[in-house]
Structures are given as structure tokens and as C-alpha cells.
């Protein structure tokens, strides 16, 4: 059940068919689908002009699709800041007990005001260091639940915006081929 994406295991398996391959159509109508496609994705990576209507229609689409890419890569940024945000508190943390340590150890070597200071200031930096450990363990926790939200989220989200980019791509081809017919008729 892990390895199950949340849209399967959410529905009734009624929509079998979005997985099933057509076995009515003749190889020649595969073969005419496929190179078409592959003509579109050609134009599209050499960037041909697409028809004015078809780029508008695809506007809402677009904008879709590059919020969603910037939607992720801030998530990838924010994921990178965050645990280099929480490594720094780590190294912090240990500084300031050692600190603390050390300033507790090395006042027995002073006498008087002196010794009673330094004994203060390492108590406040060791406990300093504690409060910081205890807002990284909070940091680190966030840190979990983004890593989740990119694994999951992000990730299938990317796999349907991919799977739409292509039935697009297929799309255009049939409309390519359509024109060219029409106009052979024509």
C-alpha cells in the first residue's frame, strides 16, 4: 500500500480504463499518431510558432504550470535553507555548551567575583544552548514534514503536470495532422 499513489487508492477502481492501452487501432494509425506527435515535439523544442488560438487556449494551462514549477523549486530552495538553517543551530548548540563547560571548568582556577562570574555565564551559555536544542528539535520536525510535502506532493504533482505536457504534445500532433488532411481535401 505504500508504494500506492493517493489518487488509486482513494478511488473505486471504476477508471481502470485510464490505464488500459487500445488494442483496437491498426499499427498504421499508431505509426500516423506517433509520428505526428513526434513532429509536434520537434517544433515545440525548436520553437516554431504555435497558431495564436492554440497558444491562447493554453494561457490558463501555462500559468498553471509555471506556478507550479516555481512552487517547486522554492520548495527545494526552502528544504536546502532549512537544513543548513538547522545544521548551523546543531554546530551553535555545541559551541555554546562547550563554552559553558568550559567556562564553568575554568573558573575553579579563579577566585572571588571573577569565579562567581564566569560560573554564571557558563550556566547561562549551557543553558543557552539547551533552548537552542530544543527550537532545532521544532526546526527539524518542519524540516520532516517539507521533505514530505516534496516527496509526495511535489512529486506527483510534477508526474501530472509531465503526463499533461504530453497528452498536449500528442494533442497538437492530431491537430497537425487534421490541418494537413484538410487541406489535402481541400
Same mark, same amino acid.
Given at each position: 500500500?505504500?508504494?500506492?499513489? &493517493?489518487?488509486?487508492?482513494?478511488?473505486?477502481?471504476?477508471?481502470? $480504463?485510464?490505464?488500459?492501452?487500445? &488494442?483496437?487501432?491498426? /499499427?498504421?494509425? %499508431?505509426?500516423?499518431?506517433?509520428?505526428?506527435? #513526434?513532429?509536434?515535439?520537434?517544433?515545440? !523544442?525548436?520553437? !516554431?510558432?504555435? $497558431?495564436?488560438?492554440?497558444?491562447?487556449?493554453? #494561457?490558463?494551462?501555462? #500559468?498553471?504550470?509555471? *506556478?507550479?514549477?516555481?512552487?517547486?523549486?522554492?520548495?527545494?530552495?526552502?528544504?536546502?535553507?532549512?537544513?543548513?538553517?538547522?545544521?548551523? *543551530? /546543531?554546530?551553535?548548540?555545541? #559551541?555554546?555548551?562547550? +563554552?559553558?563547560?568550559? +567556562?564553568?571548568?575554568?573558573?575553579?582556577?579563579?577566585?572571588?567575583?571573577?569565579?562567581?562570574?564566569?560560573?554564571? *555565564?557558563?550556566?547561562?551559555?549551557?543553558?543557552?544552548?539547551?533552548?537552542?536544542?530544543?527550537?532545532?528539535?521544532?526546526?527539524?520536525?518542519? *524540516?520532516?514534514?517539507?521533505?514530505?510535502?516534496?516527496? %509526495?506532493?511535489?512529486?506527483?504533482?510534477?508526474?501530472?503536470?509531465?503526463?499533461?505536457?504530453?497528452?498536449?504534445?500528442?494533442?497538437?500532433?492530431?491537430?497537425?495532422?487534421?490541418?494537413?488532411?484538410?487541406?489535402?481535401?481541400?
Amino acid at each position: 500500500m505504500a508504494s500506492t499513489r &493517493f489518487y488509486e487508492t482513494s478511488t473505486s477502481g471504476l477508471n481502470f $480504463d485510464r490505464f488500459a492501452d487500445h &488494442f483496437d487501432e491498426s /499499427a498504421m494509425i %499508431r505509426i500516423r499518431q506517433n509520428y505526428w506527435t #513526434a513532429k509536434q515535439l520537434i517544433r515545440t !523544442k525548436l520553437g !516554431k510558432k504555435e $497558431d495564436d488560438h492554440l497558444t491562447a487556449s493554453d #494561457a490558463e494551462f501555462d #500559468a498553471k504550470v509555471s *506556478l507550479f514549477t516555481s512552487l517547486s523549486s522554492i520548495s527545494e530552495r526552502m528544504l536546502c535553507c532549512v537544513d543548513d538553517y538547522q545544521s548551523y *543551530l /546543531a554546530d551553535l548548540e555545541e #559551541a555554546e555548551v562547550e +563554552l559553558g563547560t568550559i +567556562l564553568i571548568e575554568e573558573s575553579k582556577a579563579e577566585d572571588g567575583e571573577t569565579a562567581r562570574s564566569m560560573t554564571a *555565564l557558563g550556566r547561562v551559555e549551557q543553558m543557552t544552548g539547551r533552548y537552542r536544542g530544543k527550537i532545532r528539535s521544532s526546526l527539524v520536525r518542519f *524540516l520532516n514534514e517539507l521533505q514530505v510535502f516534496v516527496d %509526495r506532493a511535489i512529486t506527483d504533482c510534477g508526474e501530472t503536470v509531465d503526463a499533461a505536457n504530453r497528452s498536449r504534445t500528442e494533442y497538437r500532433g492530431s491537430l497537425l495532422w487534421m490541418k494537413k488532411t484538410s487541406e489535402e481535401v481541400s
